[in-house]
């Protein structure tokens, strides 16, 4: 494991966040979807599952994006806004089936700040590591999805939506069409 468990769920969360603006529909259409994503990755604390929750969720999607286009510098400067911004608290916490890890901030907090947390949170562990490399955006060139590559020889090129599947038959069926 390159990351703690903690930071690994809230870079794949994050970059799921991300993608859902990219898909057609958007994969984020109404405040259900928003209660089904806190699902899928675990968030701690209260889900309000209504309109103003669902707007502050979605507008935390670019400002996550960001990260992903940005040099160093501009991810720890970003980071650092978001984790002031929020005012976290960095605490050591263990529930459910977690053992101890970091929270930095209440679980009775807005969703939209706690996702802003927990990326920055994450974000901290990337930049120490000098790992921004594993932040990517899929090699396919009709594809804007973003993601984080956590394999150990780095080679993850393709984002979870089929797009190195369709690549590599492309490429099959071009040089087949070469022969």
């Not at 960095?90 to 209440?106: E, F, G, K, M, N």
């Not at 369709?166 to 022969?179: C, I």
Request: aromatic share 6%; hydrophobic share 45%; with cysteine.
């Amino acid at each position: 494991m390159l990351f703690a468990h903690d930071t690994e769920a809230s870079l794949m969360a994050a970059a799921e966040l991300v993608n859902t603006a990219h898909e057609t529909p958007d994969a984020l259409a109404r405040p259900a979807d928003v209660v089904a994503f806190v699902e899928r990755w675990s968030y701690t604390g209260r889900v309000a599952g209504d309109q103003a929750e669902f707007d502050a969720v979605r507008a935390v999607r670019p400002r996550l994006k960001r990260l992903w286009h940005a040099d160093r510098d501009e991810v720890v400067v970003e980071t650092n806004a978001m984790l002031r911004e929020t005012g976290a608290l960095p605490q050591l916490v263990r529930h459910d089936t977690w053992d101890y890890h970091l929270h930095a901030i209440s679980a009775e907090a807005d969703l939209a700040v706690r996702i802003l947390v927990e990326t920055g949170m994450a974000m901290v562990d990337v930049v120490r590591m000098d790992e921004l490399g594993r932040l990517r955006i899929c090699a396919a060139d009709d594809c804007d999805d973003v993601l984080i590559d956590l394999s150990k020889n780095r080679s993850r090129r393709f984002c979870d939506s089929g797009c190195g599947n369709r690549t590599n038959v492309a490429a099959y069926r071009a040089r087949k069409a070469a022969r």
